[in-house]
């Protein structure tokens, strides 16, 4: 039987407050336009997310179908609406037949998220923008199979344990519950869950005189950059901006940084959790420690956190890091250039580069294979002088350098407004808020028939859409140092991580384009699984994750933990335990 779950230790009366329709931004598709419009994004030029609904279960436009579940009557809710406070905001899924009013606008735009300014992105000097690039859905592959029935946007600790309390006193009746942080993760979505959006949940400071920064659960990195920056400080939190903390935590949060400074969990300090008893606690070393080694690494099964407390560290001089940046063209592209290496000689010299430096904590590296383009590799020195930096890279990387490139550059670069936004290449510019499978593997060295594989993989026409490429990422330094059983994080043998990443086309495409995309990605994890770390790979439709669940000793001691802080299981739209 469910648990009766009680009130939030020490929680006052929460003010009632009218629930109202909300937005992040204005640039938003109707629900009932023929197209999304054009200025949304070139790759979402599809017909509505509710005529897709209805389209993929052979329905007709704005009919519901048989297999739909029913969307809730706007007083199913009615409850959750007046226990959450005045700065919190409800939306509940309108039917599909809905005439476009302004429920059915609200609940869209919480639905999507916010639209990407690139144009501001790539203005690096003014830093990140929380208005102009607000909480996104990346992954909008399936969105409509993964609709919510509401999605709550609590404004603090008590309005998220008020949305815990609702679905947990509802488990029993089918009620499920998922988290929306960064929304990088197709977990953040759920079909007829009560969505519990953190957007509204992003402050983040810096305080310099203790080297800690506090920061909310809805914070996207770039949250954290931004309070950090003036500083010249940084928190180890994941290589892209618009990742949310949150998940990356909970999932160990592999970056740039962590040779140099340890993984996201390292870091972490302290926490406080809304447990699924409607519990705020504080998390840490000295508090609550099982709950503690949990969070890190361990997943989002115990509780939604709803803000870390961080050590931050200086990076580089003054927030300037050195780096190598080399490019390789295909022949095939460019047959005049004789003198290119092939793919496999670029892979094979990034490898050999990588094992050459394994010692170096200073220095990260990572290359990006993009299938029938060019391959890019960087090397990244933290040292805390520019000058220091310069002669580490050209001591260290001799091997690196051993092959020519079309384009091969050593110099400086701001950490915070260069290195972390660096993904937005005009291939990855159009695939901000797309369709995509993910998936991945972790390994302790890369023999050169893995190296082959994804050579063969990456090389000519595949059946996949512009972007798609293969990320291997150096892992190792500070975070392979700290002892296994220190966090719930399982994997710190791995010395390189594999990133397959496939652009999915729209639906007018067909399904079999589709599949065939994501067979190319399931074929090249297949080949390199012989050479993984034993059962290290993961994959999954609607995962968006390329990391394999706690395996072993720690995952036995998250079963007990799960089994005494969540005995209903109400935090079940999780990367389940192994």
Same mark, same amino acid.
């Given at each position: 039987?469910?648990?009766?779950?009680?009130?939030?230790?020490?929680?006052?009366?929460?003010?009632?407050?009218?629930?109202?329709?909300?937005?992040?931004?204005?640039?938003?598709?109707?629900?009932?336009?023929?197209?999304?419009?054009?200025?949304?994004?070139?790759?979402?030029?599809?017909?509505?997310?509710?005529?897709?609904?209805?389209?993929?279960?052979?329905?007709?436009?704005?009919?519901?179908?048989?297999?739909?579940?029913?969307?809730?009557?706007?007083?199913?809710?009615?409850?959750?609406?007046?226990?959450?406070?005045?700065?919190?905001?409800?939306?509940?899924?309108?039917?599909?037949?809905?005439?476009?009013?302004?429920?059915?606008?609200?609940?869209?735009?919480?639905?999507?998220?916010?639209?990407?300014?690139?144009?501001?992105?790539?203005?690096?000097?003014?830093?990140?923008?929380?208005?102009?690039?607000?909480?996104?859905?990346?992954?909008?592959?399936?969105?409509?199979?993964?609709?919510?029935?509401?999605?709550?946007?609590?404004?603090?600790?008590?309005?998220?344990?008020?949305?815990?309390?609702?679905?947990?006193?509802?488990?029993?009746?089918?009620?499920?519950?998922?988290?929306?942080?960064?929304?990088?993760?197709?977990?953040?979505?759920?079909?007829?869950?009560?969505?519990?959006?953190?957007?509204?949940?992003?402050?983040?400071?810096?305080?310099?005189?203790?080297?800690?920064?506090?920061?909310?659960?809805?914070?996207?990195?770039?949250?954290?950059?931004?309070?950090?920056?003036? +500083?010249?400080?940084?928190?180890?939190?994941?290589?892209?901006?618009?990742?949310?903390?949150?998940?990356?935590?909970?999932?160990?949060?592999?970056?740039?940084?962590?040779?140099?400074?340890?993984?996201?969990?390292?870091?972490?300090?302290?926490?406080?959790?809304?447990?699924?008893?409607?519990?705020?606690?504080?998390?840490?070393?000295?508090?609550?420690?099982?709950?503690?080694?949990?969070?890190?690494?361990?997943?989002?099964?115990?509780?939604?956190?709803?803000?870390?407390?961080?050590?931050?560290?200086?990076?580089?001089?003054?927030?300037?890091?050195?780096?190598?940046? &080399?490019?390789?063209?295909?022949?095939?592209?460019?047959?005049?250039?004789?003198?290119?290496?092939?793919?496999?000689?670029?892979?094979?010299?990034?490898?050999?580069?990588?094992?050459?430096?394994?010692?170096?904590?200073?220095?990260?590296?990572?290359?990006?294979?993009?299938?029938?383009?060019?391959?890019?590799?960087?090397?990244?020195?933290?040292?805390?002088?520019?000058?220091?930096?310069?002669?580490?890279?050209?001591?260290?990387?001799?091997?690196?350098?051993?092959?020519?490139?079309?384009?091969?550059?050593? &110099?400086?670069?701001?950490?915070?407004?260069?290195?972390?936004?660096?993904?937005?290449?005009?291939?990855?510019?159009?695939?901000?808020?797309?369709?995509?499978?993910?998936?991945?593997?972790?390994?302790?060295?890369?023999?050169?028939?893995?190296?082959?594989?994804?050579?063969?993989?990456?090389?000519?026409?595949?059946?996949?859409?512009?972007?798609?490429?293969?990320?291997?990422?150096?892992?190792?330094?500070?975070?392979?140092?700290?002892?296994? +059983?220190?966090?719930?994080?399982?994997?710190?043998?791995?010395?390189?991580?594999?990133?397959?990443?496939?652009?999915?086309?729209?639906?007018?495409?067909?399904?079999?384009?589709?599949?065939?995309?994501?067979?190319?990605?399931?074929?090249?994890?297949?080949?390199?699984?012989? +050479?993984?770390?034993?059962?290290?790979?993961?994959?999954?439709?609607?995962?968006?994750?390329?990391?394999?669940?706690?395996?072993?000793?720690?995952?036995?001691?998250?079963?007990?933990?799960?089994?005494?802080?969540?005995?209903?299981?109400?935090?079940?739209?999780?990367?389940?335990?192994?």
């Amino acid at each position: 039987a469910t648990p009766t779950p009680t009130r939030a230790t020490g929680d006052a009366a929460l003010r009632g407050g009218a629930g109202r329709c909300w937005a992040r931004v204005s640039a938003v598709c109707c629900p009932h336009a023929k197209k999304v419009p054009q200025g949304r994004t070139g790759l979402l030029e599809a017909p509505c997310v509710w005529w897709w609904w209805a389209r993929e279960r052979g329905g007709a436009p704005g009919r519901a179908c048989a297999s739909m579940l029913p969307p809730p009557s706007s007083d199913e809710f009615a409850d959750l609406r007046s226990a959450l406070s005045g700065d919190a905001a409800l939306v509940v899924r309108p039917p599909a037949s809905a005439a476009a009013d302004q429920q059915a606008e609200a609940y869209e735009r919480a639905l999507w998220g916010a639209k990407w300014d690139v144009a501001q992105l790539k203005r690096r000097s003014s830093g990140w923008s929380r208005e102009a690039n607000g909480t996104n859905t990346w992954n909008v592959d399936g969105l409509e199979e993964r609709m919510p029935a509401a999605i709550a946007s609590p404004a603090s600790a008590r309005d998220v344990a008020e949305c815990v309390l609702y679905a947990a006193a509802r488990r029993s009746e089918g009620q499920r519950l998922c988290v929306a942080g960064g929304r990088f993760s197709q977990l953040s979505l759920a079909e007829g869950a009560l969505c519990i959006d953190l957007s509204r949940m992003r402050s983040a400071r810096c305080d310099a005189t203790t080297g800690t920064v506090v920061a909310q659960g809805g914070c996207l990195v770039g949250d954290v950059m931004s309070a950090c920056q003036p +500083h010249a400080l940084a928190v180890p939190l994941g290589a892209h901006p618009g990742t949310g903390i949150g998940g990356l935590v909970l999932q160990g949060g592999h970056g740039w940084l962590e040779r140099s400074a340890g993984l996201a969990v390292d870091a972490l300090l302290s926490a406080q959790v809304v447990l699924a008893s409607g519990d705020i606690m504080r998390a840490s070393a000295d508090e609550n420690a099982d709950l503690f080694w949990a969070i890190r690494g361990g997943g989002g099964g115990f509780g939604v956190v709803t803000e870390f407390v961080f050590r931050a560290a200086p990076v580089g001089e003054a927030g300037q890091v050195q780096r190598i940046t &080399k490019v390789y063209v295909p022949l095939k592209a460019f047959s005049a250039l004789r003198f290119q290496p092939s793919r496999l000689e670029c892979l094979r010299n990034f490898r050999d580069a990588c094992i050459a430096v394994d010692g170096v904590d200073e220095l990260a590296m990572e290359a990006v294979v993009l299938v029938g383009g060019p391959t890019i590799a960087s090397m990244v020195s933290f040292s805390s002088s520019l000058a220091r930096g310069e002669a580490a890279l050209k001591e260290h990387g001799r091997a690196f350098q051993k092959l020519r490139a079309v384009a091969n550059a050593l &110099k400086p670069c701001s950490y915070h407004d260069g290195l972390m936004y660096d993904v937005f290449s005009p291939s990855m510019e159009a695939n901000l808020q797309s369709r995509y499978y993910r998936t991945g593997s972790l390994h302790e060295d890369l023999p050169d028939a893995a190296l082959k594989a994804i050579s063969d993989a990456t090389s000519g026409k595949q059946p996949c859409s512009k972007g798609t490429q293969v990320l291997i990422t150096l892992l190792g330094g500070k975070a392979k140092r700290v002892p296994d +059983h220190a966090t719930a994080y399982a994997h710190r043998r791995a010395m390189f991580w594999v990133t397959i990443t496939t652009y999915l086309p729209p639906p007018k495409a067909g399904k079999g384009k589709r599949t065939d995309a994501i067979r190319w990605a399931e074929d090249l994890r297949a080949k390199l699984a012989p +050479h993984a770390m034993h059962e290290s790979t993961s994959s999954g439709p609607h995962s968006g994750l390329a990391l394999p669940p706690p395996r072993g000793h720690h995952a036995e001691r998250l079963r007990d933990l799960k089994a005494r802080l969540d005995p209903a299981n109400v935090f079940s739209s999780v990367q389940p335990i192994a």
